[in-house]
Structures are given as structure tokens and as C-alpha cells.
């Protein structure tokens, strides 16, 4: 385990531990507060993210950050990550090898930022942290406690941009927090 962000910004920037690595622009870490009570998780960076180096930043990010907005979250006090540190070819879900690779420096992520809550953006995040038994239909909107922090699985923003139907669960699931 790392003991400080600066080490483990490292680590993850010089990855080699998939194949993810070798089609990336940049490893898309994790962005805002280091302190933050709440943190997102979601799956994996695409390709303004890939681009940018910086979580949701592309359409579903700009949707996400409305959200925010529209619900008094400042982005700047929550902290983002995802399941995976670079992106899938294709915009595909991450494999569950590539995951695995990851999960490591996602937990530590998790260590040092110690949220209070954790809000897991879609199927991906939800079943590589919680568990492949959960589905994300049947888990969207309910908290469930673990070791002390409370989970929220929500919509990722990308599905509310093919089924705007999913825009106000998404909302009243960002209210709840």
C-alpha cells in the first residue's frame, strides 16, 4: 500500500500491469478533493478523458457536472475515479483481468481520500466493488454500509445520455446524498 498521493500518482502513470497500457495518452488517475466526505466512482476513462488525462470531462462528465450543479454538489469538493486507470479500446467495458490490475490502486485511492460515502457510477463500478451478485436495476438508488462507508449505486452518466428516462432517478439519487 502507498503511504501518500504523490507515490501512488507515480506508480499508476508508469503501469504496465494490462494491456490498457499500450494504446493510452494518459493514465486518468483521479481528480478533486483529497479529503472529500463523498467520492464517484465509475468505470473507465474514454476519450476525452484519455485525451485529457481527467475523469469526466467528455459528454456524460458534462451531464454529470449539471447534475451537480442542479443538486448543490461543488465538484471541487467531491474526488473522482474510476474502476480502471486507462481506457478501454472502443469505449468497451474493462475486462475483469484489466480490473483486477487496477483495483489496488483504486483501493488506495479509497484509503487515503477515507469518504464517508461512495457513489458507484453504473454496473461496472458497482460489481467490481460490491460484488458480482449485485445488478445494477435491481441496486440503483439503495445505500448499503460497508466497513463504515454507505454506497449508493446510481445510473452512470453515459446511460442518461442513450435513455434520458434514467435523468431523474440519477438526480434523486444525487439528492440522497
Known sequence: MYQDWEELEEVCKNCRKCRLCTNRTNVVFGTGNRNAEIMFIGEGP????????????????KLMNMAFEGVGIK???????????????GNRNPE???????????RNQVMLVKPKKIVLLGSVA??????KEYGITATRGKKIEKK??????????????????KKIDFWNDLKSI
Open 46 to 61: 474514454g476519450a476525452d478523458e484519455d485525451a485529457q488525462g481527467i475523469p469526466f470531462v467528455g459528454k456524460a462528465g
Open 126 to 131: 458497482l460489481k467490481n466493488i460490491l460484488g
Open 75 to 89: 465538484r471541487e469538493e467531491v474526488y473522482i475515479a474510476n474502476i480502471v486507470k486507462c481506457r478501454p479500446p
Open 96 to 106: 475483469d483481468d484489466e480490473a483486477e490490475a487496477c483495483m489496488d490502486y483504486l
Open 148 to 165: 463504515g462507508i454507505i454506497y449508493l449505486p446510481t445510473w452512470h452518466p453515459a446511460a442518461l445520455l442513450r435513455d434520458e428516462s
